[in-house]
């Protein structure tokens, strides 16, 4: 069974800050990494894939990936109310998809 | 707007009950899944089909039955749970290319209640 780490927060920023989320994995073969955005109640909604090393930018979200260190990092920039909600780090190997415990965001007015 | 469309959004039976969950996709994705979510947990992998077969079973209770009819529908057949399998059921799907398997999308999720 493959590990994937997150601190499970709560983590609260306030309005407009960069909210930094971070997850680690021990299997060093996994090769595609994902963010997913979860609502209380609601189903995981994809927000960011990483499959290489570096940075990966879609608007107000980043994603970081260090394959030496099996390290993922999620940003977002400009913060909003509409963002608190629990964030998953999910790694794949083969046509399995392993999700850490989630770290819970709560953006503060 | 999820294009993978799970049925019912909610479900109470009894223990003697049986009953089925739905899901379709219509992303001509060629891998589905079966998740179950109990409340502030992450999502655990149930069952996996590839390719219409079934790829990935994960010592799920046999009370739970997958059934894949084809690429677009996957249904879970529900018998004899207990109240401790009450949880977030979710569907999922990806594309699979060259033995790869892409980024997951997830239905909107059943809400099962065991009485």
Known sequence: QKEVEQNSGPLSVPEGAIASLNCTYSDRVSQSFFWYRQYSGKSPELIMSIYSNGDKEDG?????????????????????????????????EANNLFFGTGTRLTVIP | DTEVTQTPKHLVMGMTNKKSLKCEQHMGHRAMYWYKQKA????????????????????????FSPECPNSSLLNLHLHALQPEDSALYLCASSQVGGGRFSEAFFGQGTRLTVV
Request: hydrophobic share 35%.
């Open chain 1, 60 to 92: 107000r979200f980043t994603a970081q990936l260090n394959k030496a260190s099996q390290y993922v990092s999620l940003l977002i920039r400009d913060s909003q109310p509409s963002d608190s909600a629990t964030y998953l780090c999910a790694v794949r």
């Open chain 2, 40 to 63: 502030k947990k992450p999502p655990e992998l149930m069952f996996v089909y590839s390719y219409e077969k079934l790829s990935i079973n994960e010592s799920v209770p046999s009370r």
